[in-house]
C-alpha cells in the first residue's frame, strides 16, 4: 500500500523515467536491426563468415554489462562521452546483435529450398529472390529476433543507471544507496511490466508484419 | 526444340569426382513432350536442370530453337523457360494472382496485361479467376496447387517446358485428372516439353518420346511403342517391367488395328441368310445385325439361327459392347475379357458400325514386334497384320 502511494506520488518522474527507458533501448535495438538485419542475411553466403560472426555475437553477451561499461569509459572519454546516454546506447546495440543477427541468418537459411529453386526458375536475380521471396519468409523469425533483443536489454538498460544513463533503473540505484525499498520495488516492477508490455506490443506488430498467406508459419520464439 | 549436345555434369565430392551426367546427347522436336525416365540417381534430373542452369553444366551445350544458349545471360534464359517442379514451390507469401504473374512482371509487361493474363491462365487450367485469385496458395488443395504451378509455368508464354516429376507429390486419382487436363492443354499450346519422371506409365502416357537414363548415360530414346516393342537392353527391359506388352495396349489405338471387314445382318434378313453369312465369315457364336444408318441394333445367335425359322428382328439378343475408333486396346482387351469375346464391333461418331477388331488382331500385333527384338520387324503395320489373319 505504501508502495502504491509513493508511485502515485512519484507519478510523473515514473512517467519521464519509463520513456527515457523506453527512448535509450528503442534507439540502440533500433539501429541494431538496422546492422543485424544485414549482417544476418550477408552470411548466409558464406558458411565460415556465419560461424564466426555468430561466435563473436555470442562472446558479447556473455560479457557482464557493468564490465562493458567500464570498458568503454576510458574509450568513450576520448570524446567527452565516458558515461552517460552514448555508452548505454553501444552496450544495448552490441548485446542486441546476437539475436537479431542469428535469427535472420536462421530464418534467410531455413526458406524451404524448393522455393528457393522456384525463386532462381523463375528467372529471379539475387536481389529479386531476397526482396520478393526469401525476406518476406523471413520475417516472421526476424522479429523474434528483435523481440528478444528489446526484453533482454530492458533488464540490461536498468544497470546503465550507474553510468548516469537515466531510464527506470535510477529508481533501483537509489533504491540501493538510499535504503529504500520503495524506490527499489518500484523501479524493479515496473522494468518487469514494460519488459512484458512491450513483448506483447511486439508481438502483435510481428504478425502484421507476417505475409497474410504464411500466418500458421509464424514463429512464436 | 530442345537440343543437347554432349551435356556433362561432374560433382566433386568427398568420395571423388562423381559423373552425373555423361555425354548425353539428344534432341526433342517442337512441340513434343520428351520424358526423362529412369531410377533415382540416373542423372535425369541433372540433365533438366542443367537446360536452365539450376544445375551449371561441367561441359556441353544446350540449343534451344537452334540457337545455343551459353551466349545467354541466366535470368533471361530462365524468364524464357516455364519451370515446374515436383514441390511445386509456390511463393506462400503472394496471392495466386502474384504467383502466376511473377514472370510477366519480371520480364515488365504492363498491369493490364498481366492481370488479364492472369484470368486467362485461370480459366485455362479450370479454375474460376474470381475465387482463386486474391486466395493464397495454403488455401488450395495440393492438385489445384499444382495447377497454379503449371499456369505459372506458362504465364509468359515460354516456347519450351521443363517439369521436374511435376504430379509426383499428388495423389493417384488427381495426378490422372491433371495427367489429361495438361495433355488436352498441350494439344492447342504445342510447346516442346522436358518432363522428368521415375513412372513408366506415366511416361508412356504423357510423352512423345522416351529417354531412359542409367547411371548417368542416355540408355535408349524411343518413342514409347518402340521402347517397349524393342528394348536396347536388359535393364531397359527390366526397367519397363514384365507387362511391357500390356503397357503397349494404351498406346495403340482400335482405328489401327480394325479391320473393315464385317459380316452384318438387317433385321429383314432371314435366319438362314444369317447362319449363311455366320459361316462366310467364320464367326463361331453370332453376328451383328444393324439398322438403316448401320447402327448396331443387336446380335443374333448361331445357335439360335440353326434351329429357329424366321426373321432376324424376332430373334436377336442385344449388343453387348461396341468401341469407338479412338478407344485404346487397353480398354478393347478389358472388354474382350469381361465379356468372354473375341472380337468387338467398331463404331464412328455417329454409332454407325465401321468395322471390327478382334483378339488374334491385338495378339499379333503385340507378339510380332516381341518375337524378333530388332528393328527391322517393326514395320510390320496394321493392315498387314490384319490381313492375313482369320475372322473368327
Redesign the interface.
Known sequence: MELFQYALDNLELLMTRTIEHISLVGVAVGIATLTGVPIGIAITKNERAAKAVLYIASIIVTIPSIALFGIMIPILSIIGQGIGYMPAVIAVLLYSQLPIIRNTYTAINNV?P??R?????????QN?RLR??EI??AVPVIMAGVRTAVVLNIGVMAIAAYIGAGGLGTFISRGISQSDPRQLILGAVAVSVLAIIVDYSLLALQKRLT????E??DATA | MIRLDNLTKVFDTPKGAVTAADHISMEVPSGEICILLGPSGCGKTTTLKMINRIIRPTSGKVFINGEDTTSLDTQDLRRSIGYVIQQIGLFPNMTIEENITVVPKLLGWDKAKYRERAREMMRMIALEPDAFLKRYPSELSGGQQQRIGVARALAADPPVMLMDEPFGAIDPINRAVIQDEFLKMQQDLKKTIMFVSHDIDEAIKMGDRIAIFRAGKLVQYSEPDELLAAPKDDFVESFLGEDRALKRLNLVKVRDLASEEIGLVRPDDTLDAALTRIEEYGYQNSIVMVNDKRQPVGIVNAAVARTTKGHCRDHFQSVPVVVSLDDDLRKVASLMFANDMTWVPCVDDDGRIVGQITQRAITHHLGSRYRTHSRDDTTLDAAASLSSNDKE
Open positions: 524451404d524448393a522455393l529453386e522456384a525463386a532462381r526458375g523463375v528467372g529471379m536475380s529479386q520478393l521471396v518476406p519468409l505475409p497474410k498467406g504464411m500458421r508459419a
